[in-house]
């Protein structure tokens, strides 16, 4: 999994689709994932698994600033309606990972 670049690839991939999960709901993803395969190298396997840790990486950072921005405006009712939002947000990181997933592996494919 260290082949080439694949915490940068990751990284930068999360960053794409952040920026472009807004915009483009279905493609931003992909596209990230796609990016990150191409940075992370090593081919098609790792260029997947590099998109699917962009994918997941966003979901994570989504739902924590939830949890900690409702619990600091509402206490405790904040915390677990927060909470009851990052459980369908970790649905929509399995979205985001599996559509990363596809597009790190035709990056991993086309960058080697």
Known sequence: ????????????????MVILGGVLPLLGPVIGGFVAGLIAKGGMWNGAKAGFAAGLFGALVVIIIGLIAGTFLAGI??????????????????YFAVLGLIGGAAGGIIGG
């Open 1 to 16: 999994m260290a082949k080439g670049r694949f915490w940068l690839g990751a990284f930068i991939g999360f960053i794409i």
């Open 77 to 94: 009712f904040g915390f677990l309606v927060a909470l009851g939002i990052g459980v369908i947000l970790i649905v929509t990181a399995l």
